[in-house]
C-alpha cells in the first residue's frame, strides 16, 4: 500500500507541504512538536469552520439548526469553535452536557440522544432547559415523562426512528438496521408516537434517525430521508404535528480516497425530496459529528524503534491504541506522513506499531516510509473519534491537544500526568 502524494494528502485544504516540511495553516508541526512533546494532536480552527460552513451553505433560507454530535471530540476549545458559530450539540451524556455549558453552548440548542439515559441525567437536562430528548425506546418515554412530571415540567421529546437502512459502512458503525440497538423500530412508531403525546410528562415536538456513520454515498441518506417522510406523514394524520425534523449525522471524509458527497450538495438533494413530499417549511436539524472535525485534525508522532523483521518490519511509535483508538477498533485507515520529507531516501514497507502490549496496537498497515528513529510522522484524519475515545490504558497519559488559528497555536488540553492519572485512587490499610 503506497501513501498518498504530498498533493493528495487526505485533510483540509488547511494542510500543506511547504518544501520537505508539513504545515498546518501558519504553523510548521515540526515546531510545535518541539515546544509540545509528542504524542500530540493538532487542530485547524479554519478547517473546522469551512466543514461547518458546507451545512451553512446547504440549510442557507432555511429554519434550521446544526448541532455538532460532539462524541466525535469533546475537547472545551474545539466546542468553544462550534458554540461561537451559532451551533447547537448532541450530547449522548450528563458528562457531555457539562462540556458543552461550559464551552459556551445555548442550553435550548442542545439536544440528547442515546438509549441508556438515567433519570439523574434526565433531572440534569431538565435543569438546564435543553431543546429536545432524542427518545430511543418506548420505556424511556415512560421514565422521561415521570422525571419531568416529578419536576413540574414537561420534557420536549422526538422519538429516533430505526428506518432500517443500509448505511454501506462498518457494522460496527452502522446505527439504522433492523439487529441493532438504537431507534424504534419503524413498525412500532405510531404506536411510541400515540403513547408519546398521551404522557402529561411530555412534549412530542420533532422526530429523529441516525443511519450510521462514515457514509460515502447519497443513497443511503435518501432512502432513509423516504422512510421519516411516511413516518411523519403518518404521525401528522393520526397522532399530532411535528415541528422539527432530524436527519441525524454519519456523513464521511477522506481517510483514504473516499469521496463522499460535501454536505452542501448532499442537503442540495436532500432538500430538493423534503420540498417534493412538501416539509420542507419545518425546522431541519442535524448531527453531524465526524464531518466536522474529522480532517481538521492530525497526531503527531515521534518514531522510537525500527525493528526489522522476516515477515514483517516495525516501525514503533510513541502513539498508540490508547491514544488513537479507531484502528485497533475498526480495522480503519488513516494515512502516515512524515512531517519532514528525507528527499530521495529509500522507503521500507512497515507496520506501524505504539509500545501499548496487545498485538491490535497498531496504527497502520503496509506502510512505505523513508523514516529513521527520532523522526516525526503525522497521523492524518485524526480529529474525530480519537482523543474523545483515549484511554489510559498501560498507564499512559492521554497526549496534549493544540488548536492552530493562522499563525497562532494555542495549547487547549495539557499533556496528562502519572499523577492526573492516580488523583482519586487509593491504597487500602
Ligand atoms: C455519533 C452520532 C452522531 C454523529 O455521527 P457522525 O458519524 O460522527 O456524524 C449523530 N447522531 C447520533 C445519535 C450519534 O450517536
Redesign the pocket.
Not at 448531527?287 to 464531518?291: K, N, T, V
Given at each position: 500500500m503506497t501513501q498518498p502524494s504530498a498533493s493528495a494528502l487526505p485533510g483540509s485544504p488547511q494542510l500543506a507541504r511547504r518544501g520537505s516540511e508539513l504545515w498546518l495553516e501558519g504553523c510548521r508541526l515540526s515546531d510545535l512538536a518541539k515546544v509540545h512533546g509528542t504524542p500530540l494532536f493538532v487542530y485547524s480552527k479554519a478547517a473546522m469552520r469551512s466543514a461547518l460552513a458546507a451545512y451553512q451553505r446547504g440549510f442557507a433560507g432555511r429554519q434550521s439548526t446544526i448541532h455538532y454530535?460532539m462524541?466525535?471530540n469533546s475537547s472545551l476549545a474545539v466546542l468553544q469553535v462550534f458554540a461561537s458559530a451559532g451551533c447547537g450539540f448532541?450530547i449522548?451524556s450528563g458528562g457531555e452536557l457539562t462540556r458543552a455549558l461550559t464551552a459556551g453552548a445555548e442550553p435550548g440548542k442542545i439536544i440528547f440522544?442515546?438509549v441508556g439515559k438515567t433519570r439523574a441525567e434526565m433531572r440534569q437536562a431538565l435543569q438546564a432547559g435543553i431543546g429536545c430528548f432524542?427518545v430511543e425506546s418506548e420505556p424511556e418515554l415512560e421514565v422521561l415523562s415521570e422525571v419531568a412530571q416529578s419536576m413540574g415540567l414537561r420534557a420536549p421529546v422526538s422519538i429516533?426512528v430505526n428506518p432500517n437502512v443500509d448505511a454501506k459502512t462498518h457494522p460496527y458503525?452502522s446505527?439504522g438496521l433492523k439487529g441493532n440497538k438504537f431507534g424504534v423500530a419503524h413498525e412500532r412508531t405510531l404506536a411510541a408516537y400515540r403513547r408519546a403525546a398521551s404522557l402529561p410528562g411530555l412534549k412530542v415536538v420533532g422526530i429523529d434517525c441516525?443511519i450510521?456513520?462514515?457514509i460515502t454515498e447519497t443513497g443511503p441518506y435518501l432512502d432513509a430521508m423516504d422512510r421519516v417522510l411516511e413516518l411523519v406523514e403518518a404521525i401528522e394524520a393520526q397522532v399530532t404535528r411535528l415541528a422539527h425534523i432530524d436527519f441525524?449525522?454519519?456523513?464521511g471524509i477522506n481517510y483514504k480516497g473516499d469521496t463522499p458527497p460535501e454536505a452542501d450538495a448532499l442537503w442540495q438533494q436532500l432538500l430538493a425530496k423534503l420540498d417534493a413530499r412538501g416539509f420542507g417549511d419545518r425546522h431541519l436539524m442535524v448531527?453531524?459529528?465526524?464531518?466536522l472535525v474529522g480532517n481538521a485534525g492530525l497526531c503527531i508522532t515521534e518514531v522510537q524503534y525500527l525493528k526489522p523483521g522476516e515477515q514483517k518490519n516495525f516501525c514503533i511509535v510513541d502513539a498508540a491504541m490508547n491514544d488513537l483508538p479507531r484502528p485497533a477498533m475498526y480495522e480503519a485507515f488513516h494515512a502516515i506522513v512524515p512531517l519532514t520529507e528525507r528527499e530521495g531516501a529509500d522507503t521500507t514497507v512497515y507496520d506501524v506499531v505504539g509500545p501499548v502490549c496487545e498485538s491490535g496496537d497498531w496504527l497502520g498497515r503496509d506502510r512505505a516510509l523513508a523514516v529513521q528513529p527520532g523522526d516525526l510522522m503525522a497521523v492524518l484524519s485524526a480529529g474525530?473519534?480519537c482523543m474523545s475515545m483515549a484511554s489510559n490504558y498501560n498507564t499512559r497519559g492521554r497526549p496534549a491537544e493544540v488548536l492552530v488559528d493562522g499563525e497562532q497555536a494555542h495549547l487547549i488540553r495539557e499533556r496528562e500526568t502519572v499523577e492526573d492519572q492516580m488523583r482519586g485512587e487509593r491504597l487500602v490499610g
Open positions: 454530535a462524541k466525535a448532541d449522548v440522544s442515546g432524542n429516533r458503525i446505527t441516525h450510521g456513520s462514515q441525524g449525522g454519519g456523513l448531527e453531524p459529528g465526524r464531518s474525530a473519534y
